[in-house]
């Protein structure tokens, strides 16, 4: 089984400041994509990084693939309350659909 | 196509009872998803379809669960014989290929 962890569990910031999220294997991944998920609804795809050492932006938010492709990042700029909600990351598995890690909760207070 | 529907939103079933879920995904979508999400987890893999092909199925999914596909446009999950392990949030999601997934809202089931 190819396992995705994720770090830290919970986090809790100040409108404005600045976060680090990871997701971590011992197995490579082709690919690994990032989701956000509010509560009562499903996730919702934020980004797919494919590349060794990517890195991709979306406004506030940054994304980096690890060179060896065992690893992922997410980094979000100036946190805003909007921002809050369940990250998760996301990898294919030998069959034909994604395992999911447990995710990061955040919450961003105003 | 307003993205993948899933009915109903929440469901509050008796122990023992049956369930029925219901999830259309986007129209030109030909992969279909379900997962089962618990508090605090991430989603769990429980079936794929292709088209109306069942092609994987997660050992999850006892044999009190069924999910179906019947014109490769619409799926239903049942759960038989309810019990209280099975209150979870139902995830249907669907793809074009291997693409990233486009989930729906959910099914949030409360076995009491």
């Known amino acids: 089984t190819q396992l995705l962890e994720q770090s830290p569990q919970f986090l809790s910031i100040q409108e404005g400041e600045n976060l680090t999220v990871y997701c971590n294997s011992s197995?490579?991944?082709?690919?690994l994509q990032w989701y956000r998920q509010e509560p009562g609804e499903g996730p919702v795809l934020l980004v797919t990084v494919v590349t060794g050492g990517e890195v991709k932006k979306l406004k506030r938010l940054t994304f980096q693939f690890g060179d060896a492709r065992k690893d992922s990042s997410l980094h979000i700029t100036a946190a805003q309350p909007g921002d809050t909600g369940l990250y998760l990351c996301a990898g294919p598995t030998t069959g034909n659909q994604f395992y999911f890690g447990t995710g990061t909760s955040l919450t961003v207070i105003p | 196509d307003t993205g993948v529907s899933q009915d109903p939103r929440h469901k509050i079933t008796k122990r023992g009872q049956n369930v029925t879920f219901r999830c259309d995904p986007i129209s030109e979508h030909n992969r279909l998803y379900w997962y089962r999400q618990t508090l605090g987890q991430g989603p769990e893999f429980l079936t794929y379809f292709q088209n109306e092909a069942q092609l994987e199925k997660s050992r999850l999914l006892s044999d009190r669960f069924s999910a179906e596909r019947p014109k490769g446009s619409f799926s239903t999950l049942e759960i038989q014989r309810t019990e209280q392990g099975d209150s979870a949030m139902y995830l249907c999601?669907?793809?074009?290929?291997?693409?990233?997934?486009?989930f729906g809202s959910g099914t949030r089931l409360t076995v009491v």
């Open positions: 197995s490579v991944f082709s690919s």
């Open positions: 999601a669907s793809s074009l290929g291997g693409g990233g997934y486009t």
